[in-house]
């Protein structure tokens, strides 16, 4: 068995044009990370956390305009912008795969030579589709993930829909170790710019990119690159990592209270994952700005994130002891096996989470811009999440809302505290590393498949904020005055593919609207039982928020 590692010279993740064509750099660490995971699920037939990014496009025809002539250019112009997107962030176009020479993960891009080629990779990734359903729903349908990133233009049979409105619904899918969750809508909105200036600026914009090689300019380097990040560790972040390795292999102080461990109650039974669904919540505008309002002028400095990680903690607490414990066993089939049995009353209830944070900000210009979306540039916090509360739940609301205000500020510290560390945008190689599973040469050449890991006693629930997409995506766009057209942005979100059994709970809001969603597998969990749990999450906020009876 042969470790994957990336490599270890700075050099090596620099993009080198190896012979006509190909350009190749090794995989960083993040890259390595995500790559591993698909592989290490491959035996399911699915893509572990491949990336799926939704935007809907609207256009209102003017009564002068023929829908169908504007559709037919809405689509033409999409494909265009596709094209033109690929010349600019040609990392879309990129894979990463195992060299079983050098021991390593490489990521290689390929240039598109001639008209025939660029038609080919057209046909492959841009994929105009009408499965009679919106983007949504399509996306819940179980499409395979391609290898390569692919465009889906999804135009939705909707009943209702006035003959002159053109929607369409945009739905990217993407290996995770091309692009992440921010970088993704960074993606969507600048390709909805071109497919505008397509739509608007005439044969000029139409002529399109030739490639060349010159495109290759525009590859994105790895996150340690973008961030400027030492190839050897200073002696400060080699001490930083010492101490969190000795940290994490501490042993639990046996006079210490007893923590329980505690996840999402799950079915139990399948062994292998089944369809990947997202479900959400829209929170109205009067909601959103209320709750906005109530924690800048009650709690400066915490965020809606913030609010609704501590009720995502209380809600797991909550259905923990709101089971009926003396008549389950630890086999029941929606229970996990580590649930506390009813003499334990007096242990401390533990959930464990950690924090995926976008590391932007951390980078080098022009790597901290969207001509760069195309990258993994996030990481992994150096210790873990860990939220203690009672095991039994308090009474009074007076007492509910002490509460959930300790759990808040535990949360609010933790995130702060990654926040404020000056060390941890460095150390992110090392920690990807540190979680990267070791995986047999067979499978990381895809020789063999390895034997899908099988559901987690202690299903985890994460929360991922996009914070205010707003900043990131534009919602409304000219498509000129002497039209008086407008193509308007809506409901843009981005997931992972889940097949574990817990669940992936994401945050935002655009256009004043937050939106709670959820990722989870119906192998392990059902439509009823992820939304119950989105409602009971939303009205424990709502509840301290409004000081009633129920935070």
């Given at each position: 068995?042969?470790?994957?590692?990336?490599?270890?010279?700075?050099?090596?993740?620099?993009?080198?044009?190896?012979?006509?064509?190909?350009?190749?750099?090794?995989?960083?660490?993040?890259?390595?990370?995500?790559?591993?995971?698909?592989?290490?699920?491959?035996?399911?037939?699915?893509?572990?956390?491949?990336?799926?990014?939704?935007?809907?496009?609207?256009?209102?025809?003017?009564?002068?305009?023929?829908?169908?002539?504007?559709?037919?250019?809405?689509?033409?112009?999409?494909?265009?912008?596709?094209?033109?997107?690929?010349?600019?962030t040609p990392t879309i176009a990129s894979t990463v795969h195992y060299d079983a020479l050098d021991g390593k993960s490489k990521k290689s891009y390929r240039t598109i030579p001639d008209d025939a080629s660029t038609k080919a990779w057209l046909e492959k990734t841009f994929q105009v589709i009408s499965p009679g359903q919106t983007g949504e729903d399509w996306a819940n349908s179980d499409p395979l993930a391609p290898t390569t990133a692919t465009l889906f233009v999804v135009c939705?049979?909707?009943?209702?829909?006035?003959?002159?409105?053109?929607?369409?619904?945009?739905?990217?899918?993407?290996?995770?170790?091309?692009?992440?969750?921010?970088?993704?809508?960074?993606?969507?909105?600048?390709?909805?710019?071109?497919?505008t200036q397509a739509f608007t600026e005439g044969e000029f914009f139409r002529e399109l990119p030739i490639f060349d090689g010159s495109e290759a300019s525009n590859l994105s380097p790895p996150y340690r690159v973008a961030a400027n990040i030492p190839s050897t560790p200073t002696p400060e972040?080699?001490?930083?990592?010492?101490?969190?390795?000795?940290?994490?292999?501490?042993?639990?102080?046996?006079?210490?209270?007893?923590?329980?461990?505690?996840?999402?109650?799950?079915?139990?039974?399948?062994?292998?994952?089944?369809?990947?669904?997202?479900?959400?919540?829209?929170?109205?505008?009067?909601?959103?700005?209320?709750?906005?309002?109530?924690?800048?002028?009650?709690?400066?400095?915490?965020?809606?994130?913030?609010?609704?990680?501590?009720?995502?903690?209380?809600?797991?607490?909550?259905?923990?002891?709101?089971?009926?414990?003396?008549?389950?066993?630890?086999?029941?089939?929606?229970?996990?096996?580590?649930?506390?049995?009813?003499?334990?009353?007096?242990?401390?209830?533990?959930?464990?989470?950690?924090?995926?944070?976008?590391?932007?900000?951390?980078?080098?210009?022009?790597?901290?811009?969207?001509?760069?979306?195309?990258?993994?540039?996030?990481?992994?916090?150096?210790?873990?999440?860990?939220?203690?509360?009672?095991?039994?739940?308090?009474?009074?609301?007076?007492?509910?809302?002490?509460?959930?205000?300790?759990?808040?500020?535990?949360?609010?510290?933790?995130?702060?505290?990654?926040?404020?560390?000056?060390?941890?945008?460095?150390?992110?190689?090392?920690?990807?590393?540190?979680?990267?599973?070791?995986?047999?040469?067979?499978?990381?050449?895809?020789?063999?498949?390895?034997?899908?890991?099988?559901?987690?006693?202690?299903?985890?629930?994460?929360?991922?904020?996009?914070?205010?997409?707003?900043?990131?995506?534009?919602?409304?766009?000219?498509?000129?005055?002497?039209?008086?057209?407008?193509?308007?942005?809506?409901?843009?979100?981005?997931?992972?593919?889940?097949?574990?059994?817990?669940?992936?709970?994401?945050?935002?809001?655009?256009?004043?609207?937050?939106?709670?969603?959820?990722?989870?597998?119906?192998?392990?969990?059902?439509?009823?039982?992820?939304?119950?749990?989105?409602?009971?999450?939303?009205?424990?906020?709502?509840?301290?928020?409004?000081?009633?009876?129920?935070?």
């Amino acid at each position: 068995m042969r470790v994957l590692k990336a490599g270890v010279k700075r050099d090596d993740y620099n993009w080198r044009q190896i012979r006509p064509g190909l350009w190749q750099r090794d995989a960083d660490e993040a890259e390595v990370f995500y790559s591993s995971l698909a592989k290490l699920y491959a035996g399911s037939g699915r893509m572990h956390f491949a990336i799926t990014g939704h935007i809907s496009l609207t256009i209102s025809v003017p009564s002068d305009e023929d829908p169908e002539i504007v559709s037919r250019r809405l689509d033409e112009s999409l494909r265009i912008a596709w094209l033109r997107q690929r010349y600019e962030t040609p990392t879309i176009a990129s894979t990463v795969h195992y060299d079983a020479l050098d021991g390593k993960s490489k990521k290689s891009y390929r240039t598109i030579p001639d008209d025939a080629s660029t038609k080919a990779w057209l046909e492959k990734t841009f994929q105009v589709i009408s499965p009679g359903q919106t983007g949504e729903d399509w996306a819940n349908s179980d499409p395979l993930a391609p290898t390569t990133a692919t465009l889906f233009v999804v135009c939705p049979a909707i009943a209702s829909q006035d003959s002159s409105t053109i929607r369409r619904d945009l739905i990217l899918r993407s290996p995770h170790d091309i692009i992440d969750g921010i970088g993704t809508l960074h993606f969507l909105n600048s390709l909805v710019t071109k497919t505008t200036q397509a739509f608007t600026e005439g044969e000029f914009f139409r002529e399109l990119p030739i490639f060349d090689g010159s495109e290759a300019s525009n590859l994105s380097p790895p996150y340690r690159v973008a961030a400027n990040i030492p190839s050897t560790p200073t002696p400060e972040h080699q001490s930083r990592l010492s101490t969190i390795k000795a940290t994490t292999s501490q042993p639990a102080n046996p006079d210490g209270p007893l923590f329980v461990d505690i996840g999402i109650p799950y079915t139990h039974g399948p062994l292998l994952p089944g369809k990947h669904q997202r479900i959400a919540h829209y929170l109205s505008r009067e909601r959103t700005s209320a709750l906005i309002t109530f924690l800048k002028e009650s709690h400066p400095g915490t965020t809606v994130t913030h609010a609704f990680h501590t009720a995502t903690a209380l809600t797991l607490r909550n259905m923990y002891t709101s089971l009926n414990l003396p008549s389950m066993s630890s086999t029941s089939s929606s229970t996990p096996s580590s649930m506390p049995v009813p003499e334990q009353e007096q242990q401390v209830m533990r959930y464990t989470n950690y924090l995926l944070r976008n590391e932007r900000a951390a980078c080098q210009p022009p790597y901290n811009s969207p001509l760069h979306c195309v990258s993994v540039y996030h990481s992994l916090p150096s210790t873990k999440l860990q939220v203690d509360m009672s095991f039994t739940p308090p009474t009074t609301s007076q007492e509910k809302r002490a509460e959930f205000e300790t759990v808040l500020n535990q949360i609010k510290d933790y995130y702060t505290s990654v926040r404020d560390d000056p060390l941890h945008y460095a150390l992110a190689p090392a920690i990807w590393t540190n979680w990267t599973p070791v995986l047999p040469e067979a499978v990381l050449n895809g020789e063999e498949k390895m034997e899908v890991p099988k559901p987690k006693e202690v299903p985890s629930v994460s929360v991922s904020s996009m914070g205010v997409v707003d900043g990131i995506v534009k919602r409304v766009h000219d498509l000129g005055e002497e039209r008086g057209m407008k193509l308007e942005v809506q409901r843009p979100w981005v997931t992972g593919e889940e097949l574990t059994n817990g669940l992936g709970v994401f945050l935002g809001s655009f256009d004043g609207v937050l939106c709670l969603s959820c990722a989870y597998n119906e192998a392990w969990h059902d439509k009823k039982e992820v939304d119950e749990f989105l409602w009971e999450v939303e009205r424990l906020v709502g509840g301290w928020v409004e000081g009633v009876d129920g935070s």
